[in-house]
């Protein structure tokens, strides 16, 4: 079960990073959310994978997960999203004022292979 | 032909609602819940209130009470239907859109009337034209729409209008 | 308790759990094979939600056998559901409808045209500067 | 106490003209000649106990943990050197108080001057490798500033520059040598390196510290492949030349191999080092010498011919050579800064430097001529003066250098050469300028100089002379004590008399002066040699070396930073890939002890279905809306899986944050592109699926190597104590809100920023709207379907009553202040989508920066609130209270903390989305369609 | 017996699941594509509720009732994209 969940890992991660290096700000942002899926899911299994653990919750049974990463990554999703929003609307304003959504240095909105 | 509303309890129905739901969350009917629930419950409707629109009163709420259980069983008989419908591979469709012309004006129980008919056997509320008269139903099979819209206005819009507006 | 009520209780449960499974199964079914879209509609909206709202019911007796008292958080679940099905499946034929989704041929009198704005549509094409309030 | 006085003096000196700039030239220059006498008074007080043996030190810690301390020492060297450097800065000061013409100021050059003699003192009296190191790069720094003195000059200031980087980089190299030694010994007190000199003889890393050190010595002598740049430093005013560039900064280079001698030298990789380049560069000096044009060339180039002489001497590891090497080193200083002097007075009587132009001068100033002709054949190696004395030594020690075996002879022979030319050049210097016809064209009439500006010659003529004859009287002693810290043992008998009877170095200074006298009338055929060489201008070659540098730099940066996110986001991750690669190279097994557990049908199903709809992602990325959709599956599916693995918590959480991002990314795809055109070539996708699936494999087998190791994890105390310390159940929403509280605090601040700047970032934002969707259909008629309105319209108390439920039961049960506002948020989202801007506005009145502010500041202050207890920041309370009615009910302060989070997320959430959603209502007509 | 009924439950619920990526992947048009994810959406919230069963505890009913109401708003939020462009207008 921890190669399917490492695998599943990786894969999230390798789309999320595919995506990071194209060249338009949209496949950027939805690659970064992609990644930080991958990311909490990683720092998620830190505490282990209890595969019939209860809760993190007092009382609930003895072989509770580890409330530690849970705690961690709860913060991280919703800073993620703080992120994401940030970067959503920093790509909207570039594409306002500049006119063109590319990531890759050029500035004319035509797609010329470019940035190697 | 709606009253005059009171100041604490702007739609009555609407709080004893929230306060079934809130007691049914918590799954106990303890004191404590009970006070906490009915505050709420008058809360939430005093916020909302003012730009609630005007909905017509319940007349005869136990009307209301036998509506949905008959509605329920419609619900069961229509997905057996459907399954066995789905099931046998050879089954040959008649599928065909209805213009089902309303009668009744109020927003909610045309919201109610789309609900049903889309819960109820073969059929699902496709559209509902801007000006709110004519809802185009999309039907699985049917050879005659027009015994379609007779049995759906027999069947639930008379209800619904009886329960509503008269 | 008496003894015999435990096995029957089980077999309850037992029952709308496997009704439930079915019924979603055969949703999705619908799901693939039907042909065009409106008919595909019909599957999740009801098959689906009445499947899910078997579950629910197991669940709820369920629970019931376990903890001793009635848990009324699956009905209220199943209330949710049965309030939102029905808008989500509107919605949906309403957007095919508007993208002009081509039904099966033997679907008789597919609305063509629906209403075009009564007033052209403010939306056009326009740099806009936003003010925000 | 005092030696650190003779270092500060000339330190404090520096300021002492800066505040007298405005008095007049006579007086300034006696103001500042005040410290430097003071210094020399105290340095001739010492000489008394340095003559009998003694080594007075001083000794400050001031960073110890480098190594480096303020510690000086006064040995029989730094005495020498000490007297020389305040000797001549004194005649310096008297010298340029005449020299410097009208318009340039005085105290600016005073103040350099007074500074680089601080720094010439420091690097003869340190003690501390170290701190001889940090005054060396000192004196390359106000060398700089003295050649660039006239800085109007473009080729002053780019000999300055090239002066600069060569001694700098020299200076680099000997700290590199220093630290090497420090390493080896421990210590960079000189005595314990001298200690340690077998030690560091015998080291493996000798021959690199011999290199490094020899590197800076020689930059700093201008020795023969770095001489280049002391040329183009005669571009700076006189007197700077003849106490810089002759007596004292090329000197440290020398005093670098004397005070390293006892350490480094008596190998044989030190003799063929330094012996070879002192005598190439005696050659190649004193043939240059002969050539240059101008004055000051010629003198500049007698400076590099006489100090390789000098690094020969201490080549050869004989001890008589070190002490050769010594009394040249005085009296080279005394007859050069004299010659440097005679030339500054021509120059600034005739107005140019030209030996073309200078002939005949004796007429006009026969003074300075008698003067010039006593230096010059001092340098010369005439008898009865002491350049004499030391070039015999210099040709006895020549002769019984024995390391080149059978070629041994080969070195008296060329020094014979050396000093045939060096008589010739001193010839030329005098009969070429004084004599030799008639001045032709000279922009000043030349007349004899103001009195007191020949004083410093007189004075250093006279010791050349007094040196000369009556050496055992004069510097005997001071020469012995000298040579005694050079060989650090005891000094050879040696006699210093004038005439050691008829020998063979005598007869070889007979044929140099022989030789000399003959080459100087066959000057003309030489200069027609000569001329058939490229005549190759340093300044140009060094400086086109710099542009090439910069060039290059200029060219990697490019390629490196062009502006484009793909191409740093390929170092990046190469980096990353790299080291953390070779960090899973090192794991031995990948996996740990731990089996693997079993997993069941839908284990598998969720880990497929998330796959699947990750690659969708990435596979339709041009498609966006299908993009979005695929990571909504790959959303739901990560909070199934929490839910899967006992994180209820995270499941609700991931849940709603997930929705509304999917709400925000779809705000903004109406304002971006829908589609990305197809842009990348068929390399590029090739290389980022490499790159990518590379990373994945690395995150995956991370991942998997620590999911099979043994977890050491701490959160048995938070399990423990959750219940008694925070007064929750929920152990995660405990930990959030009460252990790390200050934590979420700074979080939700955080959260508030976000919402402020994108606030901000709306603000005039001119957006293109596009008219119809993708495939050409104009937008649908019905803005807010009335199904839809009143569904949501239902559905609002409800979901409002649910996030009331999640926010109070979230410190015993999953939930919280997060899931709550992130629920009351996608509530009053479902209102906006369905019933517009207009219809929510009016039923919320208040704008969203204030409740997300008041959410802040409520968490703040139930931090701040236990305060008022005592108790430190954030520290939470709580109580269980039984009201009659009600039961018992359990009151924390967390709960407040929490209602701060719940409005803050509510706040930023809203200010984002509603935000966003707002910008293209203003433009709406307002009518509402029925 | 109830073991062996949960287990059935899962699998068809696992099926579902599986036959709705299908149609999502294949889906002709985007409505195909939104009703797929809708119904995973539902028909995850019968899986969280079989968990909650399978794993004896009520902690995850929140869940369940969080994917009802959140399923709806982001299926809603697609659609009214679909038709209006703008979602918040």
């Excluded at chain 2, 906490?36 to 007349?59: H, K, S």
């Excluded at chain 3, 042909?35 to 709820?60: E, I, N, Q, W």
């Excluded at chain 5, 009732?65 to 209006?84: N, Q």
């Amino acid at each position: 079960m921890e190669a399917l969940y490492a695998t599943t890992t990786g894969l999230l991660a390798a789309c999320g990073v595919y995506l990071t290096l194209r060249g338009r700000t949209f496949p950027v942002v939805v690659g970064l959310t992609l990644l930080s899926y991958s990311v909490n899911l990683f720092l998620f299994s830190m505490g282990g994978l209890a595969m019939h653990g209860n809760p993190a919750v007092v009382g609930a049974g003895t072989p509770a997960a580890d409330p530690l990463p849970q705690a961690l990554v709860l913060t991280a999703i919703v800073i993620g999203f703080a992120m994401t929003a940030f970067v959503v609307i920093l790509a909207m304003r570039a594409r306002g004022d500049l006119g063109s959504d590319h990531v890759n240095g050029n500035r004319l909105d035509v797609s010329r292979e470019d940035g190697k | 032909m709606i009253k005059k509303r009171s100041r604490l309890l702007p739609t009555p129905m609407l709080s004893v609602l929230l306060l079934i739901v809130w007691l049914m969350l918590q799954n106990s009917v303890a004191p404590g819940q009970l006070l906490l629930g009915a505050v709420l419950a008058i809360a939430i409707p005093m916020l909302t209130y003012r730009f609630w629109e005007p909905q017509p009163d319940l007349q005869k709420p136990w009307r209301l009470i036998s509506y949905f259980l008959r509605v329920i069983m419609d619900i069961i008989i229509a997905n057996l239907q459907v399954s066995l419908l789905i099931l046998n591979p050879r089954a040959k469709f008649r599928p065909a859109f209805v213009h089902y012309p309303l009668e009744l004006e109020e927003k909610f129980p045309i919201t109610l009337l789309a609900s049903t008919i889309t819960l109820t056997p073969g059929t699902v509320s496709a559209y509902l034209t801007l000006d709110g008269r004519h809802l185009i139903i999309h039907a699985l099979d049917v050879e005659d729409e027009q015994e379609l819209i007779d049995e759906i206005r027999q069947r639930y819009e008379r209800p619904l209008k009886e329960i509503f507006e008269c | 308790m008496p003894t015999w009520f435990y096995p029957v209780l089980e077999g309850v449960i037992a029952f709308f759990l496997v009704a439930g499974g079915i019924f979603a199964f055969i949703g999705s079914l619908g799901l693939t094979h039907l042909k065009d879209f409106y008919m595909r509609l019909h599957g999740p909206s009801k098959t689906t939600t009445l499947g899910v709202g078997c579950v629910l019911m197991a669940s709820m007796i369920y629970f019931r056998a376990t903890t001793g008292h009635f848990s009324f958080q699956e009905m209220l679940i199943t209330i949710f559901l049965f309030i939102t099905a029905p808008a989500t499946a509107h919605l949906l034929s309403k957007a095919a409808l508007h993208q002009k989704l081509v039904a099966d041929i033997r679907t008789r009198n597919v609305p063509d045209q629906l209403e075009t704005a009564s007033e052209p549509d403010e939306a056009n094409a326009q740099q806009t500067e936003s003010r925000l309030p | 106490m005092t030696l650190l006085l003779i270092v500060l003096l000339p330190l404090l000196g520096a300021l002492v003209p800066l505040m007298a700039r405005n008095l007049p030239r006579g007086r300034l220059a006696w103001l500042t000649a005040v410290a430097p006498a003071i210094a020399l008074g105290i340095a001739v007080f010492h000489l008394g106990d340095v003559f009998a043996g003694q080594t007075p030190q001083f000794h400050l810690p001031w960073i110890s943990e480098l190594g480096l301390d303020l510690a000086l020492r006064f040995d029989g060297l730094s005495a020498l050197f000490v007297l020389l450097i305040l000797g001549i800065g004194l005649l310096i000061i008297l010298y340029s108080r005449y020299y410097l013409s009208g318009e340039d100021s005085l105290a600016r050059l005073y103040s350099f001057l007074m500074l680089f003699m601080t720094a010439m003192i420091g690097i003869v009296m340190a003690d501390n490798l170290l701190l001889m190191w940090v005054f060396w790069e000192l004196t390359s720094l106000t060398s700089f500033l003295l050649i660039g003195y006239w800085y109007q000059l473009s080729e002053a200031r780019k000999g300055a520059r090239m002066a600069l980087t060569v001694t700098g980089a020299g200076g680099l190299a000997l700290l590199a040598g220093i630290l090497v030694i420090g390493h080896i010994v421990g210590s960079y007190q000189f005595d314990d390196v001298l200690a340690a000199a077998d030690q560091i003889r015998s080291s493996e890393l000798y021959p690199v510290v011999l290199v490094l050190v020899l590197l800076g010595a020689f930059t700093k002598s201008a020795q023969f492949p770095f001489q280049f740049w002391l040329p183009h430093a005669m571009s700076a005013p006189t007197p700077v030349s003849a106490f810089l560039h002759s007596a004292t900064m090329v000197k440290a280079g020398v005093f670098l191999l004397a005070r390293m001698h006892p350490i480094l030298s008596g190998t044989d990789l030190w003799f063929y080092i330094v012996s070879f380049t002192g005598l190439a560069t005696l050659l190649y000096g004193a043939w240059f010498a002969l050539m240059k044009q101008d004055l000051k060339g010629v003198l500049a180039f007698s400076t590099i011919s006489h100090l390789g002489l000098i690094t020969l001497l201490f080549g050869f590891n004989s001890q008589m050579a070190a002490v050769a090497g010594l009394l040249h080193i005085i009296n080279h200083a005394t007859f050069k800064a004299s010659l440097f002097m005679a030339a500054g007075i021509v120059d600034h009587e005739c107005g140019t430097r030209d030996i073309r132009k200078l002939n005949g001068l004796y007429r006009y100033m026969p003074h300075t001529t008698i003067l010039a002709m006593v230096a010059s054949a001092s340098m010369a190696g005439v008898p009865l003066l002491n350049g004499f004395l030391s070039k015999e030594m210099f040709f006895a020690e020549s002769l019984d250098a024995q390391l080149l075996g059978g070629l041994s002879w080969l070195i008296p022979a060329l020094a014979t050469l050396g000093g045939i030319l060096s008589v010739a050049y001193s010839l030329r210097f005098i009969h070429d300028v004084f004599f030799n016809g008639e001045p032709k064209d000279l922009p000043k009439t030349p007349h004899e100089p103001p009195r007191y500006m020949k004083l410093p010659i007189e004075i250093l003529v006279l010791i050349c002379l007094l040196v000369g004859i009556l050496p055992s009287l004069v510097i005997k002693d001071l020469l012995v004590s000298a040579s005694a810290s050079v060989l650090a043992g005891p000094v050879p008998e040696f006699s210093l008399a004038i005439w050691h009877g008829f020998n063979v170095p005598l007869m070889m200074s007979g044929i140099a002066l022989a030789g000399g006298v003959g080459v100087y009338a066959l000057r003309h055929h030489l200069y027609s040699f000569q001329r058939q060489f490229r005549a190759r201008n340093a300044l140009l070659v060094f400086e086109a070396n710099i542009q090439r540098l910069v060039n290059l730099a200029e060219r990697s940066m490019d390629s490196f930073e062009n502006g484009s996110l793909q191409r740093y986001m390929l170092w990046l991750l190469l980096t990353a890939l790299l080291f953390v690669g070779i960090g899973l190279l090192a794991v031995p097994q990948l996996s740990g002890e731990f089996e693997q557990q079993p997993f069941d049908a839908m284990l598998l199903t969720g880990a497929v279905i998330t796959g699947l709809a990750g690659l969708g992602t990435a596979i339709t990325h041009r498609k966006r809306i299908v993009s979005l959709l695929m990571l909504s599956v790959v959303g739901l599916m990560t909070s199934l899986a929490f839910a899967r693995f006992a994180a209820p918590d995270l499941a609700l959480t991931q849940l709603a944050v997930e929705v509304v991002t999917m709400i925000l990314l779809m705000l903004a795809l109406f304002f971006l592109p829908q589609r990305t055109p197809k842009e990348s070539s068929a390399r590029r996708i090739m290389r980022d699926v490499l790159l990518a699936s590379a990373f994945g494999v690395v995150i995956a087998s991370l991942n998997f190597a620590i999911l099979t190791r043994p977890v050491e994890s701490i959160s048995d105390f938070f399990m423990a104590n959750a219940v008694s310390g925070g007064g929750g159940h929920n152990v995660v929403n405990v930990i959030l809100v009460d252990f790390r509280g200050f934590d979420t605090l700074g979080e939700i601040t955080v959260l508030g920023i976000a919402g402020l700047a994108i606030f901000k970032l709306l603000n005039r934002l001119r957006l293109f709207m596009p008219s119809s969707d993708l495939d050409g259909r104009s937008w649908s008629p019905d803005r807010h379907p009335m199904i839809l309105a009143t569904v949501s319209q239902t559905l609002l108390p409800l979901a409002l009553l649910v996030s009331v439920y999640i926010f109070l039961r979230g410190h015993n049960e999953p939930g919280g202040g997060f899931i709550a506002g992130l629920v009351t948020a996608v509530a009053i989202i479902l209102l906006y989508i369905a019933r517009g801007v207009d219809w929510t506005q009016r039923w919320l009145r208040f704008p969203y920066q204030p409740v997300a502010a008041a959410g802040v500041l409520i968490a703040g202050l139930t931090g701040a609130g236990s305060w008022m207890f005592g108790y430190p920041f954030l520290t939470s309370s709580f109580g269980h209270f039984t009201i009659p009615v009600i039961g018992e009910i359990e009151l924390a302060t967390a709960l407040l903390f929490d209602l701060g989070v719940y409005l803050t997320v509510v706040g930023a959430t809203l200010m984002i989305l509603a935000n966003l959603g707002k910008l293209t209502t203003p433009h709406r007509p307002t009518k509402e369609k029925s | 017996m109830l073991d062996i009924a949960l287990w059935i439950s899962i699998a068809l619920f696992a099926a579902s699941l599986m036959l709705n990526v299908f149609r999502l992947a294949i889906g002709p048009d985007l409505p195909d594509r939104i009703l797929a994810v809708d119904t995973m959406y539902v028909n995850s919230i019968a899986l969280i509720v079989l968990f909650g069963i399978q794993l004896n505890s009520k902690a995850y009913f929140e869940a369940a009732l969080l994917i009802a109401m959140l399923g709806f708003v982001s299926t809603v939020a697609v659609c009214k994209y679909l038709l209006r462009g703008d979602i918040i207008e």
